[in-house]
């Protein structure tokens, strides 16, 4: 069964304290791998998409990266406007999974002035 | 470019009443998704829709159902609503013409409570 795993399911940090976040996924093949960023009371917003290993996409503090079995959301030099839910969600291969997005739970992010 | 819209924002209904859910895609974009949200399963695939047809759809019972119109607009419908219907139910559209693996853009949801 496909999945995806998402830890830590919450993260504290200072401000300025850099960390990461990771994405375990299990899928039979991967048609992408795709970052949210939601705040509450809000629809997700894009950050990014992954199609293959190897693969880094960068936006301002926020980094991703790719490997064969999970994926990294490195966050540098936080600031407290970054806190919010970030969600990782993938596309299996197949016509089957066409628009399917499969999310893992999330991880909430506090960043403390 | 404006985005994804949805209406209404908040819909308060009793069990055993129906809803329907309106969702306006980004202009151009052909595929629309719909997800429901809930603190216990987070965010679950309800269908997807591309040129007026469902290509997709999750695991949901047969209470809940969609269609797309020509200009790309999509509704949902939930039948007998029961109290665990209570959610965020978020439309996703995309421009993918015939793939999947495109990002998708969401709309800022509609909160149904059911009472």
Redesign the interface.
Same mark, same amino acid.
């Given at each position: 069964e496909d999945q995806v795993t998402q830890s830590p399911e919450a993260l504290r940090l200072q401000e300025g304290e850099s960390s990461s976040l990771n994405c375990s996924y299990t899928v039979s093949g991967l048609? &992408?791998l795709?970052w !949210?960023r939601q705040d509450p009371g809000? &629809?997700?917003?894009?950050l990014f998409?992954l !199609?293959s290993a190897g693969e880094e996409k960068e936006k301002e503090r926020l980094k991703a990266t790719l490997t064969k079995k999970e994926s990294f959301l490195h966050i540098t030099a936080p600031k407290p406007e970054d806190s919010a839910t970030y969600?990782c969600?993938v596309?299996p291969?197949?016509? &089957?999974?066409? &628009?399917?997005?499969?999310?893992?739970?999330?991880t909430t992010l506090q960043v403390k002035p | 470019k404006a985005g994804v819209t949805q209406t209404p924002r908040y819909l308060i209904k009793t069990r055993g009443q129906q809803v329907t859910l309106s969702c306006s895609p980004i202009s151009g974009h052909r595929s629309v998704s719909w997800y429901q949200q809930t603190p216990g399963q987070g965010l679950q695939f309800l269908f997807e829709y591309f040129s007026e047809t469902q290509r997709n759809k999750g695991n949901f019972p047969g209470r809940f159902s969609g269609r797309q119109f020509s200009n790309s607009r999509s509704e949902m419908n939930v039948s007998t609503l029961e109290l665990g219907d209570s959610a965020l139910y978020l439309c996703a559209s995309s421009s993918t013409s015939g793939g999947a693996g495109d990002e998708q853009f969401f709309g800022p949801g509609t909160r149904l409570t059911v009472l």
């Open positions: 048609r &992408g795709f !949210y809000k &629809g997700p917003e894009f998409t !199609y969600l969600a596309i291969n197949g016509s &089957g999974n066409t &628009g399917k997005l499969i999310f893992g739970q999330g | -």
